[in-house]
């Protein structure tokens, strides 16, 4: 494993920018790359990637230098696995929502002594035995990203003690979902998700973790970043590119 650069600038206090990528094809992850962005979020909760096909869109960062971060579904100890053994730099977690949930995570992605990672040296990660198996370990518990969501009421209430768990890289703060289980469904600009934005940085800052959240515009980047989120994900694939295309229709048009 390469080291890993997202980690390293996160550690040193400087903002990063991703993007969510949700359409399969390792394409979207090249031109994520040469665009600009720090990393990317390949989307195994939210639309159709399969296994295949994210191997190879970690494998496409990998060529660019660009990290990929892989969020898996709710029930995640499967995916994380296969994310990991396919390379990728660090995972993301949705649903957290306690210091036990926490834990359970960072076992599934750490080896031991710091977790309980299933093992395998036959897999792109561990560079199919070419590496020993205790210089993989090694370097995997070091670089690998721990990215927890915090999305419900629950996370938000025990969000000092799941920040306090030892191996979280990234707590992030995901505004739909939260907006949703806090009753304001949609309203991600409410008081109530703003306040629980608020008290991540805070606890981010007092157990030394990157805060992480989701900016659906530039405008909510730059805002983010302003608050002190250093974990930007900034909209999704499909979002962008239906920005972009409907832009030009319009310019093409005359309508704007």
Same mark, same amino acid.
């Given at each position: 494993?390469?080291? !890993?650069?997202?980690?390293?600038?996160?550690?040193?206090?400087?903002?990063?920018?991703?993007?969510?990528?949700?359409?399969? $094809?390792? $394409?979207?992850?090249?031109?994520? %790359?040469? %665009?600009?962005?720090?990393?990317?979020?390949? *989307?195994?909760?939210?639309?159709?990637?399969?296994?295949?096909?994210?191997?190879?869109?970690?494998?496409?960062? *990998?060529?660019?230098?660009?990290?990929?971060?892989?969020?898996?579904?709710?029930?995640?100890?499967? /995916?994380?696995?296969?994310?990991?053994?396919?390379?990728?730099?660090?995972?993301?977690?949705?649903?957290?929502?306690?210091?036990?949930?926490?834990?359970?995570?960072?076992?599934?992605?750490?080896?031991?002594?710091?977790? &309980?990672?299933?093992?395998?040296?036959?897999?792109?990660? /561990?560079?199919?035995?070419?590496? $020993?198996?205790?210089?993989?370990?090694?370097?995997?518990?070091?670089?690998?990203?721990?990215?927890?969501?915090?999305?419900?009421?629950?996370?938000?209430?025990? &969000?000092? /003690?799941?920040?306090?768990?030892?191996?979280?890289?990234?707590?992030?703060?995901?505004?739909?979902?939260?907006?949703?289980?806090?009753?304001?469904?949609? *309203?991600?600009?409410?008081?109530?998700?703003?306040?629980?934005?608020?008290?991540?940085?805070?606890?981010?800052?007092?157990? !030394?973790?990157?805060?992480?959240?989701?900016?659906?515009?530039?405008?909510?980047?730059?805002?983010? &970043?302003?608050?002190?989120?250093?974990?930007?994900?900034?909209?999704?694939?499909?979002?962008?590119?239906?920005?972009?295309?409907?832009?030009?229709?319009?310019?093409?048009?005359?309508? $704007?």
């Amino acid at each position: 494993m390469k080291k !890993n650069v997202l980690k390293e600038k996160l550690r040193m206090g400087k903002p990063c920018v991703g993007l969510f990528a949700t359409i399969p $094809s390792p $394409s979207i992850v090249e031109l994520a %790359a040469v %665009a600009g962005f720090d990393f990317v979020i390949i *989307d195994l909760e939210h639309g159709v990637i399969d296994y295949e096909t994210m191997e190879n869109m970690v494998r496409a960062a *990998d060529v660019h230098g660009l990290t990929a971060v892989v969020r898996v579904p709710e029930s995640f100890e499967e /995916a994380v696995l296969k994310a990991l053994e396919a390379g990728a730099h660090g995972v993301e977690i949705p649903h957290i929502g306690s210091a036990a949930e926490a834990e359970k995570a960072v076992k599934a992605v750490k080896y031991a002594p710091e977790g &309980m990672r299933g093992v395998s040296p036959y897999t792109r990660a /561990a560079w199919y035995t070419s590496i $020993s198996p205790r210089e993989h370990f090694a370097v995997s518990n070091r670089e690998t990203m721990v990215v927890l969501q915090i999305e419900g009421v629950e996370g938000v209430e025990n &969000m000092e /003690a799941i920040a306090s768990v030892k191996g979280v890289d990234v707590l992030f703060v995901g505004p739909y979902d939260l907006s949703q289980a806090l009753g304001v469904p949609g *309203d991600v600009d409410n008081e109530k998700v703003l306040a629980a934005l608020k008290k991540l940085v805070q606890t981010c800052l007092q157990n !030394n973790v990157s805060a992480g959240s989701f900016a659906p515009t530039v405008e909510k980047a730059r805002q983010l &970043m302003s608050q002190g989120v250093k974990y930007v994900a900034y909209s999704v694939d499909t979002g962008i590119i239906y920005k972009s295309f409907k832009q030009a229709v319009d310019d093409i048009a005359g309508k $704007s």
